[in-house]
């Protein structure tokens, strides 16, 4: 079970947040201002934060950067203020995600879902893999190929990775789709993925016509042949 803490002013949108979350299977400690809400972060064990931006001892930006200063916990912003600026600020602060209000739920689960998959992710990544010639700074989110920088989009990068942490398994094409679907700004579908196989191909294969690290495996998906060694 996930602990989560909601910190929402708003108390009848906060009690109907809460009250879907637990019926969703999560533990919730909910804050109406930053008291509250260090408070809970120094008693409870938390895995995420749904963080308020207008509060009335302060604003979410605030505990967002003190979080920031001892946590990589996840941060997602729900918030009426959802003009540009204040989107870039929480991003920039280590926000993961940013949702507007009116808050739509089944939307809030999804995100919710997605960060915590994306967040287990990299906890359980090394810091370093090497394949082949291809090295991966997954800190950096930097690829390099013979000591050269490859440059990736991100879906580009997150499909190389989803590959990569199964080596030598043959993934479907719906399992690297479920992996994929997350990405900030895109919609990858079946015919899509295709497309994102043959540019990564020819990015980080020598020859992208006869791959050696990257194998179709017809009729089921792809595979990651070659040996990964992680630092």
């Not at 108390?11 to 533990?27: M, V």
């Not at 789709?177 to 020819?202: A, C, K, M, P």
């Not at 006869?210 to 998906?221: A, E, M």
Request: charged share 25%; with cysteine; hydrophobic share 40%.
């Amino acid at each position: 079970m996930k602990n989560v803490l909601l910190v929402e002013d708003d108390t009848t949108l906060a009690f109907g947040i809460e009250y879907t979350l637990k019926n969703e299977g999560f533990n919730v400690s909910l804050a109406v201002d930053l008291a509250e809400a260090r408070k809970a972060l120094h008693t409870n064990k938390l895995d995420i934060v749904l963080l308020d931006v207008r509060l009335p001892d302060g604003n979410g930006f605030e505990f967002c950067k003190e979080i920031r200063a001892v946590s990589k916990m996840p941060i997602i912003f729900l918030t009426s203020c959802n003009d540009e600026a204040n989107v870039v600020m929480g991003l920039d602060l280590g926000a993961d995600d940013y949702i507007p209000k009116p808050i739509r739920i089944k939307e809030l689960i999804s995100r919710i879902n997605a960060v915590l998959r994306r967040n287990s992710a990299e906890a359980n990544i090394a810091s370093i893999i090497k394949s082949n010639d291809i090295e991966i700074n997954v800190m950096q989110g930097k690829v390099m190929k013979r000591g050269q920088e490859v440059m990736l989009t991100a879906v580009e990068y997150k499909l190389l990775l989803t590959l990569i942490e199964h080596s030598e398994q043959i993934l479907s094409r719906n399992t690297i789709l479920e992996h994929l679907w997350d990405i900030d700004g895109e919609f990858i579908d079946d015919n899509t993925l295709s497309v994102y196989i043959r540019r990564l191909r020819e990015k980080i294969e020598d020859n992208a016509s006869s791959p050696v690290n990257i194998l179709t495996v017809r009729g089921v998906g792809y595979k990651w042949t070659s040996q990964v060694n992680s630092l």
